[in-house]
């Protein structure tokens, strides 16, 4: 007869340690994807927050809840004064500096595409010639004077982030449109601010900044009258128009 019970003897321990090794290998993927979360939301808010001061949002990154500032800048006050705001936002644990102190250049407009103006009261129709414009946005949407992305919209900006990273010589401009309901100081300042947050989430996702321009239109684009609420619906959107191929 077969004693059974020195054959199963060994299982036990190879037990314990497969499920020693499942558990540990979930804990992991949970810090990871808290990391991921936690490096995101200091970056767009860190950002946003330069942005507002008037610096541009390319200078900085995220690690965890350190950041580091890198790039150029005109001046050593311009330089402490990013320093300052960026480690004041909520939630930075530290900031490193590594800014360039350099004379400021006249930005390379060579092979830009110029964005076609539209006169007062005229309908916009936007561009739809290249695939990266023919992108479903819609889900992108925003709540009533805010300037946070959702799970929807930071699912439909993925397709977004596959495109640019698969075309790196493409330049895009992320615009942000509003209605006519409020005035038109304040509907620039939330369609810049939500223009500003997409383009920083595509950063966060690893596309060039140089990819990418943040433009906030006010209501001076509207595809339908504002005179419904079916129309003020479709002016209230987020675009990308390709500047450079």
């Given at each position: 007869m077969v004693d059974t019970t020195q054959a199963q003897q060994p299982i036990a321990p190879m037990l314990a340690v497969m499920v020693t090794l499942s558990v540990a290998t979930l804990t992991l993927v949970a810090v990871l994807s808290q990391q991921t979360k936690i490096e995101t939301d200091l970056l767009q808010r860190t950002r946003q927050a330069l942005v507002q001061a008037g610096f541009s949002a390319d200078n900085v990154q995220f690690s965890g809840r350190d950041g580091v500032l890198t790039g150029t800048v005109s001046s050593d006050a311009e330089a402490d004064r990013m320093l300052a705001i960026s480690r004041d936002v909520y939630g930075v644990r530290d900031v490193n500096k590594q800014l360039l102190i350099t004379a400021a250049t006249v930005p390379d407009t060579n092979n830009v595409l110029e964005t076609?103006?539209?006169?007062?009261?005229?309908?916009?129709?936007?561009?739809k010639q290249h695939e990266i414009e023919q992108i479903d946005l819609s889900a992108i949407q925003f709540a009533y004077a805010k300037a946070e992305l959702d799970e929807a919209a930071l699912q439909t900006l993925q397709e977004v982030v596959a495109h640019l990273r698969k075309n790196p010589d493409l330049t895009v401009e992320v615009s942000a449109h509003t209605d006519s309901q409020s005035t038109a100081l304040g509907n620039m300042a939330v369609t810049q601010a939500r223009a500003d947050v997409v383009r920083n989430y595509l950063l966060s996702q690893g596309v060039n900044a140089t990819q990418v321009k943040a433009q906030g239109y006010g209501s001076a684009r509207p595809l339908a009258s504002n005179d419904t609420e079916e129309g003020r619906a479709q002016n209230r959107r987020i675009e990308i128009t390709v500047f450079r191929e």
């Open positions: 076609p103006a539209i006169a007062s009261g005229e309908l916009y129709t936007p561009s």
